[in-house]
């Protein structure tokens, strides 16, 4: 019995590795310390009430900020250690399985785990605030959609330190995927998590979209709408068709997997480039899934700190829906090298290089509305100043890439992995730390420490330099993707190790900004204006933070601009606010379901990556009680009353 045991324990758990034992510890000791201070501090309850079964969309919001903060820590872990690996020839700091695992992983939290939860993380806490909506459209689905999220990430994360991590690169083409060479179950760990947290990405699609259509102000135009909400209404049309591919693609792969069958075997019939047809159909919208969001905030930070107008307003909503579409055809730029034909890879090529038409017709109006503008450098405006050359890098040697002749020669070098960081950090981190910086105040009430921030930005932006400028040269000079170690005497050495040292520089800026985010609890100075950046916007229009209600009367609203508009009117001799008639409130109750039910989606992945077929039923079942409960679920709103209301606005000084 006692052997039994121990032969489970040793293939359950991942051994061997003195850090993944430190990994282990730190879990423990950081669960029993949450456990401990909750206890303490009677805190269960407030975290029940507060947090686990909220629908309110702020702190849905806020839950997904801090999850993807936690994982750009997990996921930058990741890039240090492999660039340790790299920084000098034949070095063993990491066995070369658990280096493919942390390559794996790296790609694959960053992308849909870090810069995906980022990004909703704005949908949530801007658009209802921007569009004068007290809610979303379906606030009790948009719960379910974080949490969904939530245990999809956990459930990849534990791969860690149980059955081990995916190790067949985030992409996870066949055959490196299929059963007959990857036996583990790292492989099914990603293509569970990301499938669960896959439904809550396209139901977050969805709800948006109808949330922007349909609950806008009165008065509010779609040409009045600001530029960041209709960097949304673009994103969500790519999710809503990107992400069913995806489903699709991960599902068949499963299926192989789990059931034996050979959608993506070779040798069976099968073939490996639909799967990665697939992928990619899904893969490349999705750069334009989270780039667009990132357009959005440069548009509200330049518009906002040039005190201007935004320049071409309507040629830059143009380009937003010009991408959103000019985004399907430009997935076989992926694999010009696999034989696809003269005449597809033209066609991908030129549509690929015509992406970068609406993309270049943005930066210009974004230096335009700084043209002669009364530019203020704060955090958020240093963030997007950085982002343009280093945009404009990553779109040139994107352009390169498009070259299908060229791109014979650059194809998995490391002049591939210089241009895809170029443009995912200089586009979408970069544009998230300015949105993080600019509705911080929004968020928290409190500023961030301006002086801890410039550090922070100083070592990123060096740092990014220094680390990928030399993989660029690296990729000229014969150095491919997914290397474990070289040996020497390639001319490889120095380069790699500037590269390292960068990558080091960029850990270094993130400190501080944890580092800022602690001051700011501690010692953030407040904003008690609701309108801190003198912003143009209506979400500047209420408290920091805003009551969970959001506006105690729907706004009428005049054009563009919608709150820098009525400052102006305020401004005007004689003007006399208009009377505040309040009503009773229609918002969602609480529920504790999402959480419930994407406990039992956790449940079912967990069991059916170990092929614990019951344990998949179990889960199965409770999703499917759980959906049921809620159709006989009518106690479902209520109406905040009016000396509620008034007591409130009384009390942040409205009234």
């Known amino acids: 019995m006692l052997e039994s045991i121990k032969t489970f324990a040793s293939h359950f758990f991942v051994t ?30 407030w975290l029940w009430d507060e947090w686990l079964t909220t629908v309110d969309h702020k702190k849905i919001g806020i839950m997904y900020a801090l999850a993807a903060i936690l994982m750009l820590f997990r996921g930058g872990v990741d890039a240090l250690l492999m660039r340790t690996q790299l920084a000098f020839p034949n070095m063993h700091f990491l066995q070369a399985e658990h280096y493919n695992q942390i390559f794996t992983t790296h790609g694959t939290i ?7 939860p980022l990004m909703f993380a704005f949908f949530n806490i801007v658009v209802p605030l921007q569009i004068g909506a007290r809610d979303v459209a379906y606030p009790y689905l948009n719960a379910v959609s974080f949490w969904l999220f939530f245990f999809g990430a956990m459930l990849l994360n534990l791969s860690f330190v149980i059955g081990g991590s995916p190790d067949a690169g985030w992409v996870s083409y066949p055959p490196l995927s299929e059963l007959a060479f990857d036996k583990g179950p790292g492989e099914n760990f990603y293509l569970l998590s990301i499938s669960i947290s896959g439904i809550g990405s396209l139901a977050t699609g969805i709800n948006f979209m109808v949330t922007i259509l349909k609950m806008r102000a009165p008065g509010m135009k779609l040409m009045d709408m600001p530029l960041f909400t209709w960097s949304i209404l673009a994103t969500c049309i790519i999710i809503i068709f990107a992400f069913p591919v995806l489903t699709i693609a ?13 959608f993506f075997t070779m040798l069976h019939g099968g073939n490996p480039m639909m799967f990665i047809n697939l992928f990619w159909m899904w893969g490349h919208p999705e750069v334009y899934i989270v780039v667009l969001p990132a357009f959005g905030i440069y548009s509200e930070v330049v518009s906002t700190f040039a005190k201007k107008r935004i320049f071409g307003y309507k040629s830059m909503v143009a380009s937003m829906m010009l991408i959103s579409i000019i985004s399907y055809f430009t997935w076989t730029h992926h694999f010009f ?50 982002f343009v050359p280093c945009f404009a890098i990553g779109g040139a040697t994107g352009v390169m890439l498009a070259v299908a002749p060229a791109d014979y020669q650059y194809h998995n070098s490391y002049f591939l992995i210089a241009h895809f960081h170029q443009v995912l950090i200089g586009g979408v981190v970069f544009g998230y730390f300015a949105g993080l910086y600019y509705w911080w105040p929004k968020m928290f009430g409190h500023v961030l420490n301006e002086k801890l921030g410039r550090w922070s930005f100083w070592f990123w932006n060096i ?13 000229f000079m014969g150095m491919t993707r ?18 390292t040292i960068g990558a080091f520089m960029m850990g270094i800026g993130f400190l501080f900004q944890g580092a800022q985010i602690l001051h700011g609890i501690k010692f953030g100075k407040r904003d008690t204006t609701g309108d801190p950046w003198d912003g143009r916007t209506l979400e500047w229009s209420l408290p920091s933070p805003a009551p969970h209600y959001n506006f105690a009367t729907i706004p009428q609203i005049k054009g563009r601009d919608a709150w820098w508009t009525m400052k102006e009117e305020m401004k005007q001799p004689g003007y006399k606010k208009e009377p505040v008639h309040i009503e009773p409130i229609h918002m969602p109750k609480s529920s504790g379901r999402p959480f419930i039910m994407s406990v039992f989606f956790f449940i079912a992945g967990f ?17 499917g009680i759980t959906l049921l409960a809620r159709s006989f679920e009518y106690d479902t709103d209520y109406y905040v009353p009016v000396d509620e209301i008034e007591r409130t606005e009384a009390a942040l000084g409205r009234l």
């Not at 960053?110 to 995906?116: E, R």
């Not at 991960?250 to 050979?262: K, M, V």
């Open 16 to 45: 061997g590795d003195p850090m993944i034992y430190g990994a282990d510890a730190s879990i423990v000791l950081v669960t029993v310390a949450i456990l401990f201070v909750l206890t303490y501090f009677k805190k269960w309850r």
């Open 110 to 116: 960053m992308i849909l785990f870090m810069a995906m």
């Open 250 to 262: 991960l599902a068949l792969l499963f299926i192989d997997r789990l059931a034996g069958a050979h």
């Open 337 to 386: 090298t696999m034989g696809s034909g003269a005449d597809v890879n033209t066609f991908f090529a030129i549509s690929t290089m015509a992406i970068g038409v609406p993309t270049g017709v943005k930066v210009f109006n974004w230096l335009f509305t700084m043209y002669r503008g009364r530019i203020r450098l704060t955090l958020p405006m240093l963030w997007t100043i950085a």
């Open 463 to 475: 740092g990014f330099y220094v680390c990928f400028m030399p993989q660029y040269a690296l990729g």
């Open 482 to 499: 997914r290397l474990y170690t070289y040996p020497h005497g390639l001319g490889w050495s120095s380069l790699n190790l500037v590269s």
């Open 607 to 623: 069991g059916l990556t170990f092929d614990w077929i019951w344990m998949g039923v179990i889960g199965a079942i409770g999703v």
